[in-house]
Nanobody, 114 residues
Framework: VQLQASGGGLAQPGGSLRLSCVVS????????MGWYRQAPGKQRESVVF???????KYADSVKGRFTISRDNAKNMVYLQMNSLRREDAAVYYC?????????WGQGTQVTVSS
């Protein structure tokens, strides 16, 4: 199982970015997809995840600003990030749980700076 994330880059405070992630490989079903992030000197933290049934859980810090969406047919997950803040800057990692096994993508850098 491989995860490929894209869409990171530079945004100004208050700006927007959209991350995408595709899951490929031997997949029967993906139970959970989501995003984590890790800023320099900090632990990796959960940003948001979505279940196969569409239930979502957002970190308090991103509620109302970030939106996760999932395309089950394409095995893709997206993260729309609006009203970006400097503290959102981090490497964002796509995550998927296939059966009982979790998988990570390679990470995509998000920089928020004026």
């Amino acid at each position: 199982v491989q995860l490929q994330a894209s869409g990171g880059g530079l945004a100004q405070p208050g700006g927007s970015l959209r991350l995408s992630c595709v899951v490929s490989g031997s997949i029967f079903s993906i139970n959970v997809m989501g995003w984590y992030r890790q800023a320099p000197g900090k632990q990796r933290e959960s940003v948001v995840f979505v279940t196969s049934g569409g239930s979502t859980k957002y970190a308090d810090s991103v509620k109302g600003r970030f939106t996760i969406s999932r395309d089950n047919a394409k095995n893709m997950v997206y993260l729309q990030m609006n009203s970006l803040r400097r503290e959102d800057a981090a490497v964002y990692y796509c995550y998927a749980r296939v059966g009982a096994q979790g998988y990570w993508g390679q990470g995509t850098q998000v920089t928020v700076s004026s």
